[in-house]
């Protein structure tokens, strides 16, 4: 056959984590506007520097192939979009980062014919700093909304402050996929899936960790696993001070009980009960039919994040799982978040694949970027925000920014790394004992 002759669609992603990166680089192949699915795609990564900089062990969970990946300030990644040639921008940031990138991205396109399409979204269900977190992503030319009731609640923030909704487009979870469930599995696998910051606390840890050990002593017929998210000395995207695998040291647990890692679509492969507190995990497990738990022995609170999984039928206690309860997941609630189980899910992504095939071929390229914050409307807000990416208000890199005019040789790439890994040892090792003397 005769080699394919299409362009390939030019994706850069910025992301600061392991998990913004997953749903960056997903969702870049979600929303590559190619005539035909399996059409090419040239996919460069940037990580931002910072304390959840993934881990090469953390990319390769991922299992998403970027043809070329680097480490970047956000002053170095503006450097990067005004010399390099991208169709699409994917910024998979926090809040604050995603409002400095589009303000220095605008001023490094000013004066281009033409400009690449900018992307942003969230990395799952939005359960907290709704506003905060809307107005700073607002300035993208699509805000990607991972479910119906999400698109609904964009459009209504952005409209009630009077700015401009037409970005907002309703996509899906583009980590969701893999076989349904077709019933037990031999042992019957029951996965605890684990969250770096919630619940924090040493106690709450202790108690999750003491029912599941307890659960496998109760079910020995049964494989109990603890679904871990990263390796000490590793981040996520939020910070873990208390992490499971150095509390299980301090217990007991039996033969059947085992730690974990790895892509999470693998260990659905062999789960029959998902069991979590708010992770994303469920709406994985929920999108492959999966008897899923968001446990409640903690309370159903706004800070655990599973007051986001009322209505879903899947709300259960240890106790309950103990005597052998299986929830039955609400379907009308299901198909409002973004969990497409009804075979619909590779249509998910069709609006947004037009609506940037449309702007790409836009007479005379795009308007400028314009996010709601500016200089003039959040006089006391922005120039902080910017000035922590080492921006000033108008976009540009403020004197003294971190190698904004040159890359970062051999010497400073090392006291970068060490400079981090202290910081994680800080956060892990340092803090808490601090916090404990200060409890004596």
């Known amino acids: 056959m005769p080699a394919s002759t299409t362009k ?3 994706i850069a992603v910025l992301a600061d984590s392991d998990t913004r990166w997953k749903w960056g680089a997903l969702t870049s192949h979600r929303i590559a506007p190619h005539e035909d699915a399996q059409g090419p795609l040239a996919l460069s990564g940037f990580l931002l520097r910072g304390r959840a900089t993934p881990t090469p062990r953390q990319l390769a969970e991922v299992g998403v192939h970027a043809d070329s990946l680097r480490e970047v300030t956000a002053v170095e990644f503006l450097r990067a979009m005004a010399e390099e040639e991208y169709d699409v921008v994917v910024v998979a940031l926090v809040g604050g980062g995603v409002q400095a990138v589009l303000h220095g991205l605008k001023r490094v396109w000013e004066g281009r014919e033409k400009r690449p399409v900018v992307v942003t979204g969230y990395v799952g269900v939005v359960y907290e700093k709704l506003a905060d ?6 300035g993208a030319d699509l805000v990607l909304a991972n479910s119906r009731q999400d698109a609904d609640r964009f459009r209504a923030v952005y409209e009630g402050v009077g700015a401009d909704a037409s970005s907002v487009t309703e996509v899906a979870l583009p980590f969701l996929g893999g076989a349904a469930y077709k019933g037990e599995h031999d042992p019957y696998t029951v996965v605890f899936a684990v969250q770096p910051s919630v619940p924090d606390s040493r106690k709450d840890r202790t108690y999750l960790l003491n029912r599941l050990i307890g659960h496998a002593r109760l079910h020995p ?5 603890l679904k871990l998210r990263s390796k000490p000395g590793e981040h996520t995207t939020h910070i873990e001070e208390q992490p499971y695998q150095k509390l299980v040291q301090r217990l007991d647990p039996p033969a059947n009980f085992r ?3 790895g892509n999470m679509g693998e260990v659905l492969d062999r789960t029959d009960l998902l069991v979590t507190i708010s992770s994303t995990a469920a709406l994985e497990s929920l999108h492959r039919r999966i008897p899923t738990v968001v446990l409640t022995d903690l309370g159903v609170r706004e800070v655990l994040g ?5 209505g879903s039928g899947c709300l259960a206690s240890w106790d309950q799982l103990d005597a052998g309860y299986r929830p039955v997941a609400d379907a009308e609630w299901v198909a409002r978040q973004g969990v497409v189980a009804d075979g619909s899910y590779e249509t998910a992504f069709d609006a947004a694949r037009e609506r940037i095939a449309k702007l790409l071929a836009r007479p005379g390229g795009l308007a400028p970027l314009t996010p709601y914050y500016t200089p003039a409307t959040a006089p006391g807000y922005l120039p902080g925000i910017l000035a922590r990416h080492h921006l000033g208000p108008d976009g540009s890199p403020l004197p003294g920014a971190p190698a904004h005019d040159r890359e970062p040789g051999p010497v400073r790439q090392i006291v970068r790394r060490a400079a981090r890994g202290a910081y994680r040892h800080g956060v892990q090792r340092v803090a808490p004992v601090i916090r404990r003397m200060g409890e004596l």
Do not use: A
């Not at 977190?133 to 607002?138: A, D, K």
């Not at 017929?221 to 696993?225: I, M």
């Open 306 to 310: 599973n007051h986001h999984f009322v």
């Open 221 to 225: 017929e049964r494989e109990v696993l």
């Open 259 to 261: 730690l974990v890692y």
């Open 133 to 138: 977190g809307l107005l700073l992503r607002h």
């Open 8 to 10: 390939p669609t030019r």
